[in-house]
Structure formats: structure tokens, C-alpha cells
């Protein structure tokens, strides 16, 4: 629950005698002299950060990957094929947690977390939709949802208002230099980092992955590639160095949020064919792409540890590493999903094992027995009243976190916590997805609540021992009644706690429209062939010929006076067409969205697989119709030609789409 915070130095025992005054060396016996000399020594390392400006204050470097699943490492010993040799150095210098958990399932929310110490569930920020174009700054009741669902979930804020308390500026105000470089995905200006206490902030981008590729050219604004195929973390690793280098002699905070392991999935060409030669075709890791991604990122990491080493200051450097949820299974890549979180079950923006546990690291020379592990449970939003104490800062008058301060257990002992929470009232429709949810770990236990799942509008529980079984197959909510019912009770505190607008029950449930069978499916999967074609499924909508060929993924198309109406019913909606056509080209389009949001448009070689690299981002404004053109820099034939589109609730309108390039020009009008 919240707990009002006021930091002090929690000095280990045998210190304390050490910061008495009047010590006489005199009546010291020489075994004496060497054990007093040992704890002054431990009291002067306490010391130094804690006792303000006139001492050196730790910096602190916050590493966080983006989709980087707890078995994506080699730190746990899951992996046969991705390599991270500069994880491993990192976790000889400090201590890896064999469960830390992500506030949440998904990017956004577990950001928020990091830099409020607050739960997603208090902030209301609990999906990634904080690229946006309408901004809201406050969760509210949902309003409506289809008939098959039993609850309907809140609407979310889409930005982290300014107006919460931030590490940053804590950081700030004490006098450090912030920098914050990589992925943000909490808001545009006026919430960028440099509103929520950065001075610097490198490519200065909102949206929610790396702006077209990862491997150059790349389309973010006002940030362009400095040599031909430049890969993107290698730059904002080089970035970060030069900030690194420019403040060496001062104390700083560099806020690292790498755009790795996010989509768009592409890397260094020599990368990929080394790691496809390497390919088990049996291991559920089998994608030599995303191995290639895995790389680069740890890559990244060993260039700052090499620059803090090469300074001089690593032994006053606090280093994390973490990652904002689990990783990705329901995207495709190499023609299988990116990776795999086995043993543990699902991935991101599920509530199961695989959707939130996170490798993390964390290294404090000086202060942290190096090369140690911890099986304590931590998450994200423990790191800000960690480092507030970490530094010496005390929290401002009033002010609270739901995360607690780990320092006793950096030190060897244990946390006075008993329970996490993590909050996700919402069902993206990815493999093992859940309805909305919230999640109680206690111990081995972790029980999910599922709003209003059950029979007569109650709720619905599983309940999984992780040490005996940590792949979640065997609910034991129907035999432990007694902690379903003790554990449930605290959920209720926790969500009375944090004041969170929960999801409803749908009063348009139809008990006939509602498929049980269909839960934990990826929503975008082929449905049973026997059933009959008169009942279409989001991938056969695209039959109709008034769609003159465009076919309908992930969405559900229907043409009505020359109009297009694209619902989206998965994570990446989009139509597709066979374009027959030469680059480069143009496509150009009329739409209308309520909300907006963000697409891409991608083509095929003829004959060959996807590339990564082959697609161009847009922007769909909110409201009026409005024509958006994107060019598409192909050399050659283009095949199959996708126009993704913002994956929104609300519905979409598309008017006209016209295709023109050295053939001569096409133009649909429906």
C-alpha cells in the first residue's frame, strides 16, 4: 500500500560505533586497530554519498530494454542461442534478481512506474497509447464494449501529467545532470523529459519504437544518421557516451531507455546470417533477427560500462538494468514469433509469468557484494525511493510511494513488503491473453483476479504455486478456497489503496455472443475451417469484392456508400493488396479516426520474405477527414502492399486509396 516516505541513511550496526566521537587509538590492541580500521573505512564509503554537496554523490546510469523477456539473457540460463557478455560483466559486478517484476505487461505503465515509484494503478496510465494524438490526463469509466465481453475496461490517460513527483527532478533539483536517451513513450511536448526534469533529451521522439528501422535510413525527425547503415543503438549508445564523457567530474543521472528489443525487427545484415547458421530448429528461440537484436543491445551495454571504466568513475557509478515487461510472442519474425519465454507461460501484455518477470541487474560498487543473486520480489516501481535514499535525497513533504526502498536487501538482508501488485484491466487478444485482470504475488503464491469472469457477474480467480510449478498449467483456485479468498481481500485493500478506476461490468453481455474457448487464442489465428463461411472471421472479412481486392487482417472491413469502416480485433490491423507494382512509389489516402494514432505502410519483394526494414511510418491526425501521402523508397517490384493502420477501439474511415509510381497509377474507390 502507499507509504509515506522519510528517507534516512539506514547504517549497518557494527558502523555506528565508528561515528562516535573521541575514538582513542591508544587502548586499541593492533588485531583491534585493523578490525577499526575496516569499519571506518565502511563507515566513510556510507558516508560520502549520504552527507550532501560537499561529498561525491553516486551517479547513476538506468539501463531499460524494451521487450527484453526474462529468458532473453544469459543470466538465467534459458538461452542457447542470443549472447550477452556484457549482462554477465555487468552481473559480476553486482546483483542479478531472480524475480523482479515489471509494474505492468506493457511499455508505458511500467515507465510511469520507474519514474513516479507509483503503480500504474494510482497513475491510471495502464496501456501504451501515450503517442497519441489526444491528450488525456486522467483515467475514466469505460463506456462501451462488444457483447461477448463480460467487463469493460477503463479509458486511460495518454500522457504522465506533469504534475507527479519524478526522479528526474528530484535528481535535478540536487544538482545532477539528467539526460534521458532512447525510447520515452509517455508523452509528446509539453510531456517530454525535458518537462519531466531532463535537461537533455536524445532524438526527442514520442512514439512507441524506433521511427521506421533500427538499421539506417530511419525516419525520425530532426535526428539523422551519421554514417550509411548506422545501427540505432549503436548511435544512442554513442550519444549517451558524450554525455557521459561532458559531465564526468560532476553527479549524474543518465536515464538509458533503449529502443531494443522492440519491432520493427530488423538488424545488422552480417549479424543476422552468423546467427542463422546457429539455428536450432527445434528451440522456440530460433529467430537469428531478433538473436542479431539481442546483441546489439548488449553491445550497447558494454560501451557504457567500457566509458565509465575508461573515466574513472565506475566506482561511484549506481548502474540498473531492467526491462518494461516481457517478451514478445505475438509478433512474427523469420516466421515465428520473436522469442520465446519458456519455461515460463506467455508474454508481453499478458499478466502470466512470461508478460511480466524481467531480467535486472543492479550495481553499486562499494556497497553491493559483487556477483550475487537474490531471490527476493522487487518491481519497477521500487527503483525511485531506492535511489532517493541512494543519493542521500529525502521525498518531498507529503509525498508517497507504492514501491518500496530496497536498500536492505542491496545489502544482503530482506524487505518488510509481503506482496506486489500488477494491474492490467484490458485484453489485447494476444497469445494466453486474459480478460481484464489483477495480479497478487505473496511468496510462492500468485493469484489473478479476473473482473467479473465468473457465473452472475462475479468474479473469476487462478491461483498458481510458482516454485512447483512455474509455468502456470495448474490452478489451484478451486482447492485453496481459504487464500483465494485471504489473497483476494488484499487485492480489494490494494485497489482501494490506489483509488483505480476498475473495469464495469458490460450491461450489453450476451451470454450467446460470449466464446470461453477463445481466451488465451491470439485473435488473429486462423478460425476452424469447418465452420461455415457465411459466419466470417477478422481474416475473411476481407471477401468482399467491394474491397476490390484489399483483404483485412487483424480487422473486421465494411463498405457502406462508398465508405470503409475498419474496426481493428488485434494488436496490428491492416489491409493488404496485391499492388503489382515498381518503386519507388506513392500512396496516398483519405481517412477520418476519432482518436488518430500512428500506422506504417510496408511492401513485399515478389518471392521473397518480409523485410524488416521495408516499411514507412504515418500519422493519423484526430477528427476531420484529412489525405496523408507516404512515399515508399522501393527499387524494384512491389508484391503484396499493407496499409497498418492505428490499432484504436474506435473505428477508422478510409475513402480512397491511390498508388502511383513509374507504372501508371491506381486509384480504389470503394
Request: with cysteine; hydrophobic share 40%.
Amino acid at each position: 500500500m502507499l507509504k509515506l516516505v522519510a528517507l534516512r541513511p539506514s547504517w549497518p550496526a557494527e558502523v555506528l560505533p565508528c561515528l562516535r566521537p573521541r575514538f582513542r587509538f591508544s587502548f586499541l590492541k593492533a588485531s583491534q586497530t585493523v578490525k577499526f580500521a575496516a569499519l571506518l573505512l565502511a563507515a566513510v564509503a556510507w558516508v560520502l554519498p549520504l552527507i550532501g554537496d560537499a561529498a561525491v554523490k553516486p551517479n547513476i546510469v538506468f539501463i531499460l530494454a524494451d521487450d527484453l523477456g526474462w529468458a532473453d539473457t544469459a543470466l538465467y540460463g534459458q538461452t542457447k542461442l542470443y549472447r550477452t557478455p556484457n549482462l554477465e560483466r555487468l552481473a559480476k559486478r553486482g546483483m542479478t534478481f531472480d524475480r523482479a517484476y515489471a509494474a505492468s505487461p506493457l511499455c508505458s505503465p511500467t515507465r510511469s512506474s520507474i519514474l513516479t515509484g507509483l503503480h500504474p494503478a494510482r497513475t491510471g496510465i495502464t496501456t501504451p497509447n501515450c503517442h497519441e494524438p489526444r491528450v488525456v490526463l486522467q483515467a475514466t469509466t469505460g463506456k462501451t464494449a462488444p457483447p461477448s465481453k463480460k467487463s469493460i475496461a477503463p479509458d486511460p490517460p495518454t500522457r504522465l501529467n506533469t504534475t507527479w513527483p519524478t526522479l528526474s527532478k528530484a535528481l535535478k533539483s540536487a544538482g545532477y545532470a539528467t539526460g534521458h536517451f532512447g525510447k520515452w513513450h509517455l508523452g509528446a511536448e509539453p510531456y517530454s523529459p525535458l518537462q519531466q526534469g531532463f535537461d537533455v533529451d536524445v532524438p526527442h521522439y514520442p512514439g512507441p519504437g524506433p521511427a521506421g528501422s533500427f538499421v539506417a535510413p530511419w525516419k525520425f525527425p530532426d535526428f539523422d544518421p551519421q554514417t550509411p547503415n548506422e545501427h540505432l543503438e549503436d548511435r544512442m549508445a554513442k550519444e549517451a557516451v558524450a554525455f557521459l564523457e561532458k559531465h564526468k567530474d560532476e553527479p549524474f543521472f543518465l536515464n538509458y531507455w533503449m529502443f531494443s528489443v522492440h519491432a520493427p525487427f530488423d538488424a545488422k545484415k552480417a549479424l543476422i546470417e552468423e546467427y542463422r547458421s546457429k539455428i536450432d530448429p527445434t528451440n522456440p528461440q530460433r529467430s537469428p533477427t531478433y538473436a542479431a537484436m539481442v546483441e546489439s543491445m548488449d553491445d550497447a551495454v558494454g560501451t557504457l560500462l567500457d566509458t565509465l571504466d575508461r573515466l574513472g568513475i565506475a566506482d561511484r557509478t549506481i548502474i540498473v538494468f531492467f526491462s518494461d515487461n516481457g517478451g514478445n510472442m505475438y509478433d512474427e519474425v523469420d516466421g515465428i514469433t520473436p522469442t520465446s519465454n519458456a519455461p515460463l507461460r506467455g508474454g508481453k501484455a499478458t499478466v502470466f509469468e512470461g508478460g511480466i518477470r524481467v531480467p535486472c541487474v543492479v550495481s553499486w560498487p562499494g556497497l553491493i557484494k559483487a556477483d550475487t543473486r537474490n531471490e527476493t520480489v522487487i518491481q519497477s516501481c521500487d527503483f525511485y525511493p531506492t535511489l532517493l535514499e541512494a543519493t542521500g535525497l529525502t521525498a518531498l513533504p507529503g509525498q508517497a510511494f507504492d514501491g518500496v526502498n530496497l536498500m536492505p536487501v542491496l545489502q544482503g538482508g530482506t524487505l518488510e513488503r509481503d506482496a506486489i501488485f500488477t494491474y492490467f484491466p484490458h485484453d489485447p487478444g494476444v497469445p494466453d491473453w486474459l480478460p481484464p485482470s489483477v495480479v497478487m504475488h505473496q511468496g510462492d503464491w500468485k493469484l489473478i483476479r479476473i473482473f467479473f469472469g465468473g457465473e452472475n457477474g462475479k468474479h473469476r480467480w487462478k491461483l498458481f504455486n510458482l516454485r512447483t510449478d512455474p509455468g502456470e498449467k495448474n490452478d489451484l483456485s478451486a482447492t485453496e478456497t481459504e487464500r483465494v479468498k485471504t489473497m483476494d481481500a488484499r487485492i480489494e485493500a490494494f485497489l482501494t489503496d490506489t483509488k483505480a478506476v476498475q473495469p464495469i461490468a458490460n450491461p450489453a453481455f450476451d451470454p450467446a455472443k460470449y466464446q470461453p474457448k477463445e481466451e488465451g487464442v491470439q485473435n488473429n489465428r486462423a478460425k476452424d475451417k469447418s465452420k461455415p463461411k457465411a459466419t466470417p472471421t477478422p481474416k475473411d472479412d476481407a471477401a468482399d469484392p467491394k474491397l476490390q481486392g484489399w483483404r483485412a487482417r487483424q480487422c473486421t472491413a465494411t463498405v457502406n456508400a462508398g465508405i470503409v469502416t475498419l474496426t481493428a480485433q488485434g494488436v496490428s490491423p491492416f489491409l493488404g493488396v496485391g499492388a503489382a507494382a515498381d518503386g519507388p512509389a506513392t500512396l496516398k489516402f483519405r481517412t477520418r479516426s476519432a482518436t488518430g494514432g500512428e500506422g506504417r505502410v510496408e511492401w513485399l519483394t515478389p518471392g521473397k520474405a518480409p523485410l524488416p526494414g521495408n516499411s514507412v511510418p504515418f500519422i493519423v491526425k484526430p477528427g476531420d477527414w484529412q489525405e496523408i501521402s507516404v512515399k515508399i523508397p522501393a527499387e524494384g517490384p512491389i508484391g503484396i502492399l499493407r496499409l497498418y493502420l492505428p490499432a484504436q477501439p474506435q473505428a477508422l474511415e478510409l475513402d480512397w486509396v491511390e498508388l502511383s509510381g513509374k507504372a501508371k497509377p491506381k486509384r480504389w474507390e470503394f
